[in-house]
């Protein structure tokens, strides 16, 4: 209502306008005087401006005329489309005129109007190799994602915009969860352009999601031989493609080609840690300890880890905690300061009952690094020593309430995983977990938690003088082995739970 409003009071003010000029023009006393011939003729004010005019309209007819003119000739010395091109030059000026606010549209994200200019330039220009791509990008920031799987399928038929419609198929397919067909269209789309870098990606990531390692490793050599990935990056990724077939090998009970994928892995990228230890159980399986040792070594020169020990020990697992403290020796000598290297050489003391050489292996790390492991050791160390059941437990409430520690994290999305995997289970990135200090823990504990090791240490104080009983308990030495400890600290935890639920009984009490 307000539009047509305003233009009835344009079209009204125009004329007013035209009609005032024209009035003042008449009454004017000036004019124009023309010499045709030797005969003159004597123009008016108004007279010289419809003349004007006039001039104008004849000179853009005779040039419309003349471009016809033009088209013609051409028409008859053989080019056949020369009318039609003359015809259709408004059309196609008005067809990119639209086409080029489509995009613009679509770069705004205003995509109802993208997809109404993509059509309306469409009309005009007949070029669905252009106005498609538009039309389908516009209609999936829309949310119409009907319409834009039928404008894909579309730019599918045409040999120039089939890549881009498989491609925009393929990540529809994605967002819907159908891996299966979007590996399909990855590999056609991979056919088609191979050096494109997330199509790459995309059939690499796909491939390794659903097991198939063989088509993954020679993804990643084309990956390599297009010049998209360094050497350096490619052995590594190789290497956690060969380590997760051998991990699935070994699942299937093919333990022998298990073993020789795990062996290539290694070799491959010998700091890679879960192929580190894989490697050095097959080796081990084989009877060449030598080998099993010096790949652990070296894996632990690079990357110290508690997977590297485990498998360390299982080279002599019926060794005796003295000899095994001995043998331990030559992998703690390496990366001596390192917190796993102190940390384990902490445990073998305590395997051994050596509690005072357990307590030198930890030094300050409970001041800096405290995470619950660290603590846990300290309790069991304590608790080796002798020292109260308030110490051992006020350590074990430290470790609730502490950081996890090192832990398998993914460094694209910060996911935390329990093991390690080619894939993150969240993002789906591949080889993106690192051995590192997630940056928050994943457990998260109710307030006040931090103040059970008060409460616990609180409950043991004794309000009497004790018996004899109780002070050769408390300062008598235990002798408990590592193993007895280990299941104290876990008995320990729900006990604490419950003291300090005793503890909120006796304060109402009172």
């Given amino acids: 209502m307000l539009w047509s409003l305003l233009k009835i009071v344009v079209f009204v003010v125009l004329v007013a306008a035209l009609t005032l000029g024209a009035g003042f023009l008449m009454e004017s006393s000036g004019g124009m005087m023309i010499t045709v011939a030797g005969t003159e003729y004597t123009l008016g004010a108004l007279q010289s401006v419809i003349a004007l005019l006039v001039l104008v309209v004849a000179l853009y007819v005779a040039f419309k005329v003349a471009g016809l003119l033009v088209a013609l000739l051409r028409f008859i010395n053989g080019d056949e489309t020369a009318l039609s091109r003359y015809f ?263 395997s051994a009952e050596d509690f005072p050489a357990a307590r030198r292996a930890m030094g300050a790390m409970t001041e800096h690094e405290p995470d619950a492991r660290v603590l846990a050791v300290m309790a069991a160390i304590e608790r080796g020593e002798g020292a109260s059941d308030a110490v051992v437990r006020g350590w074990l409430a430290k470790a609730l309430t502490a950081s996890r520690g090192p832990q398998w994290v993914c460094g694209n999305c910060h996911t935390i995983h329990g093991d390690w995997a080619p894939l993150c289970s969240n993002c789906g990135a591949f080889d993106s977990l690192e051995w590192t200090t997630p940056v928050q823990s994943e457990v998260v504990l109710p307030a006040g938690a931090d103040m059970l090791p008060l409460i616990v240490g609180a409950l043991e104080k004794p309000t009497a003088d004790p018996g004899p009983a109780a002070t050769t308990e408390a300062t008598a030495p235990n002798s408990d082995t590592k193993s007895d400890i280990i299941d104290a600290e876990t008995a320990d935890e729900p006990e604490t739970a419950r003291a300090a639920g005793s503890d909120s009984e006796r304060s109402r009490a009172k």
Wanted: charge should be positive; proline fraction near 3%; charged fraction near 30%.
């Fill in 88 to 350: 259709d030059r408004n059309r196609e000026r008005k067809g990119f005129q639209a086409l080029s606010e489509g995009i613009m549209a679509l770069a705004s994200g205003e995509g109802r109007l993208a997809m109404a200019k993509a059509s309306k330039a469409e009309k005009y220009l007949h070029r669905p190799e252009l106005t498609d791509l538009v039309s389908a990008q516009a209609a999936e920031m829309s949310g119409d994602r009907k319409k834009a799987e039928e404008v894909y399928k579309r730019l599918v038929t045409r040999d120039e915009t089939r890549f881009v419609g498989i491609r925009g198929l393929m990540k529809q397919k994605l967002a819907a969860g159908d891996t299966d067909t979007a590996l399909k269209l990855a590999e056609r789309a991979f056919a088609i352009k191979p050096r494109h870098v997330e199509v790459q990606d995309t059939l690499l990531r796909l491939q390794a999601e659903k097991a198939d390692y063989v088509g993954a490793r020679a993804t990643l050599a084309e990956k390599l031989k297009q010049g998209s990935l360094p050497r350096d990056v490619y052995r590594r990724r190789d290497a956690v493609l060969a380590l997760s077939s051998a991990q699935a090998m070994e699942q299937e009970g093919h333990h022998g080609e298990a073993n020789d994928a795990a062996i290539r892995a290694n070799k491959a990228s010998p700091d890679l840690i879960p192929a580190a230890a894989m490697a050095a159980r097959a080796y081990t399986a084989q009877g060449n300890k030598r080998y099993a040792t010096k790949v652990l070594k070296k894996a632990w020169a690079a990357n110290p880890h508690p997977d590297l020990a485990a498998a360390y020990a299982e080279i002599e697992p019926g060794e005796s905690a003295t000899d095994r403290v001995r043998r331990f020796g030559t992998l703690t000598s390496i990366n001596p300061d390192h917190r796993e290297t102190r940390l384990l050489r902490a445990e073998l003391a305590l």
